[in-house]
């Protein structure tokens, strides 16, 4: 229910832009965010903004990239600048936690995106 988009290939110093959206019928999300998962490596979170716009980054992409949200259309985005071969993997848009119309909240309910690639060549 979250349909990820932008992934590509991009020179070493390019950018690429990631975005994504629910196509599930809910108020708002707790929190959406972006991880990836490269070759051999375990899924790692790489950006996350709450409902209040706060926002947590992974050290690696600090002063690189940018997480952004829309809370009235349920769409995260990430704008990724500087990029590093490193940052070569697969990408995946998540949000936690939900409240429906109704106000009721779930606390423990997580979508994922169906992932996008992003390589990086040197």
């Known amino acids: 229910q979250l349909q990820a988009s932008g992934g590509g290939l991009v020179q070493a110093g390019g950018s690429l832009r990631l975005s994504c959206a629910a196509s599930v019928s809910i108020f708002k999300f707790n929190g959406m965010g972006w991880f990836r998962q490269a070759p051999g490596k375990q899924r790692e979170l790489v950006a996350r903004i709450s409902s209040g716009g706060v926002t947590d980054y992974d050290d690696s992409v600090k002063g690189r990239f940018t997480i952004s949200s829309d809370n009235a259309k349920n769409t995260v985005a990430l704008q990724m600048n500087s990029l590093k071969p490193e940052d070569t993997a697969v990408y995946y848009c998540?949000?936690?936690?939900?409240?429906?119309?109704?106000?009721?909240?779930?606390?423990?309910?997580?979508?994922w995106g169906q992932g996008t690639q992003v390589t990086v060549s040197s």
């Open positions: 998540n949000a936690d936690g939900w409240w429906d119309d109704s106000g009721v909240y779930y606390p423990n309910e997580q979508y």
